[in-house]
């Protein structure tokens, strides 16, 4: 048995299509197994190799049915199984009663029921309690949840930029800016001359009597 051989499957010889479905199931499901006879060597001895493989195997798998129930095969290999102390897990794929030899063994122990032979759902569900006795506390995978909102970007944080003030030169009403316009210059000219009317000193008239004196 190698490393990847975690599961010692046992079943009657008559059940052996159905076992060997099962073993396809677990193995594409990347659980090993142990089968006879594909894992016996050629040439070694039998019951030797199948002492072996009960040995090493983490989980014993039995598929139960009225076949299995009367096999004095499957009986030394659940023997062997309870004596090593061995997980053992019972796939009862029909409604026949464990005899009085594998209820010695089995009777406390719970199993599942499938149909034979055992359905998608039915074949999950082994996978799953093989898995968990392999793992104790170990879940399944979840596929991680897929985000369909987008993405929020965080906005730059906004800097104030402090504004220039622009120096104004003091209010002067004799100070008229510097010359922009056309219509400016000329509002410009205009206050000049008022300005000069009002300083200038009005003209002065000569007295009469400096005339008549004269």
Aim: one cysteine or more.
């Amino acid at each position: 048995m190698t490393q990847e051989h975690q599961i010692f499957i046992s079943y009657s010889s008559q059940d052996k299509s159905t076992a060997e479905a099962i073993r396809e199931t677990l193995e594409n499901a990347a659980l090993g197994c142990w089968f006879a006879p594909r894992d016996i060597t050629p040439g070694r001895k039998y019951a030797e190799a199948i002492l072996e493989g009960i040995d090493q195997c983490k989980v014993f798998l039995l598929v139960h049915t009225a076949s299995a129930n009367g096999s004095p095969q499957v009986e030394m290999e659940v023997n062997q199984a309870a004596s090593k102390n061995k997980l053992i897990l019972s796939l009862k794929l029909d409604e026949s009663k464990l005899s009085k030899s594998l209820d010695y063994y089995l009777g406390n122990r719970h199993w599942l029921e499938a149909t034979n032979p055992p359905d998608e759902r039915q074949n999950l569900a082994l996978i799953s309690a093989i898995r968990q006795l392999i793992s104790p506390g170990e879940s399944e995978p979840v596929p991680p949840a897929v985000d369909n909102e987008e993405q929020v970007i965080p906005a730059t944080p906004h800097v104030p930029v402090e504004k220039k003030q622009t120096a104004t030169a003091p209010t002067n009403p004799f100070t008229f800016g510097t010359r922009s316009t056309n219509r400016n210059d000329s509002l410009a000219q205009g206050r000049i001359r008022q300005i000069s009317t009002v300083c200038s000193p009005a003209p002065t008239k000569a007295h009469p009597s400096s005339e008549n004196a004269a």
